[in-house]
């Protein structure tokens, strides 16, 4: 999608020389002395409109990063232009910067559920789970009944090796909304983190069969499917969504995790599709 164009507000006045000429005549006197016209100070352009807003939303990433950062330098004070810069800066993979943009906008407004959940997911996918946690539990105190903090909280505890919390807070988070593939699917991993495969698998085939569920829950069921030693199964799964080469990559890092080959590659590389 082409980026809309800000629209240019500022004027450039042109700058008017006015001479007065001053006449030895003594009815000079009587004629009124032209002022000069004031120069208009440029102004600052506008923020975009609702409507511009509302597309860029719409827009790839990195469309919609360009568009909020202009956004946020024009009003360090706008939470909806650092909460868009952050998640662009998240789906393009720069984690430190979208944790940063959204801390700058913390710095404005600290209680901002949005800004919140977007340093916790930026601290979350950064591999730094412990910074995750303060925002985690602010949204969650902020939302009481959304499962979205929640199960957040249970992947921060997770990275920061407290595994009993994150225990605690993957079931809350599956409690507010058993019809959600995702809290299902990551108290479903940590599971399978603890070594408890077939528990993992329960809880996987339930979040399969939601509406909710993507091809990376089904991918995790084939991946527990495959630890568990039923390599056959797992590949039958695994080539319903992905392609060719991509399940001949995973299947080669489940034989290596199951002991049948030397490991080659490893499971961020096969949550990544190989």
Request: net charge neutral.
């Amino acid at each position: 999608m082409c980026r809309k164009r800000a629209r240019l507000a500022t004027i450039l006045a042109p700058l008017l020389a006015c001479s007065v000429l001053m006449a030895a005549s003594a009815h000079a006197a009587d004629k009124p002395v032209a002022a000069t016209a004031p120069v208009a100070a440029p102004q600052a352009p506008g923020k975009a409109t609702p409507a511009e807003r509302a597309e860029m939303r719409r827009a790839d990433p990195l469309t919609r990063m360009a568009f909020w950062s202009t956004e946020a330098e024009r009003d360090g004070r706008d939470v909806e232009a650092g909460v868009g810069l952050s998640q662009a800066l998240r789906a393009l993979g720069r984690y430190d910067e979208a944790a940063d943009a959204a801390a700058r906008i913390l710095v404005v407004v600290p209680d901002n559920y949005d800004a919140l959940m977007e340093s916790a997911r930026a601290n979350v996918a950064r591999g730094q789970g412990f910074y995750a946690i303060e925002p985690g539990r602010k949204a969650a105190a902020l939302q009481p009944r959304d499962w979205r903090p929640l199960s957040l909280l249970g992947v921060a505890y997770e990275q920061a090796k407290r595994d009993d919390e994150a225990l605690a807070a993957h079931r809350q988070a599956v409690a507010l909304a058993p019809a959600e593939a995702i809290p299902l699917t990551n108290l479903a991993m940590h599971l399978a983190s603890t070594g408890d495969l077939p528990g993992a698998e329960k809880l996987l085939r339930q979040a399969s069969a939601l509406p909710t569920a993507t091809i990376q829950v089904r991918q995790n069921l084939a991946l527990v499917i495959g630890l568990q030693g039923r390599l056959d199964e797992a590949e039958k799964l695994a080539r319903q969504d992905l392609p060719p080469e991509s399940v001949d990559n995973n299947l080669a890092w489940l034989r290596a995790a199951v002991g049948q080959e030397g490991a080659t590659r490893s499971w961020t590389a096969v949550k990544a599709g190989g």
